[in-house]
């Protein structure tokens, strides 16, 4: 098995009917959010595709802290709105204490370990 360093998050969104819109506006303030307020994230890339109806989010952190940092700073009540406006489910790619994987039970977001990495 190669290490990895820092963490990877691909979310997946499908979008609810006339959700859209709601999802621009409340990604806007997350970016806005991250720029201002994550030392950590490496990465935090939206992609929508031509029909409007998905997306995928592509966050990438340091460290697990980073990652924590970052979900404090965007806090519960963005959180949710944003997870409002889709049906959502992800991965998060790297290592993982087996504290941060028992938090990841019964939510949305599956955990990967490293297998094959480059240098």
């Given at each position: 098995m190669k290490s990895m360093s820092g963490l990877l998050g691909i979310a997946h969104f499908k979008f609810h009917e006339g959700k859209i819109e709601e999802f621009?506006?409340?990604s806007g303030k997350c970016r806005q959010i991250v720029q201002k307020h994550d030392t950590?994230?490496?990465?935090?890339d939206i992609f929508i595709n031509a029909e409007q109806s998905e997306a995928i989010v592509v966050e990438e952190y340091v460290d697990a802290q980073a990652l924590m940092d970052h979900s404090t700073h965007i806090g519960d009540e963005l959180s949710a709105a944003?997870?409002?406006t889709a049906s959502v489910h992800g991965e998060l790619l790297g290592e993982l204490s087996d504290e941060f994987r028992a938090q990841l039970k019964g939510s949305p977001v599956q955990p990967f370990a490293p297998f094959l990495c480059l240098d």
């Open positions: 621009k506006r409340l950590g994230t490496l990465r935090y944003i997870m409002a």
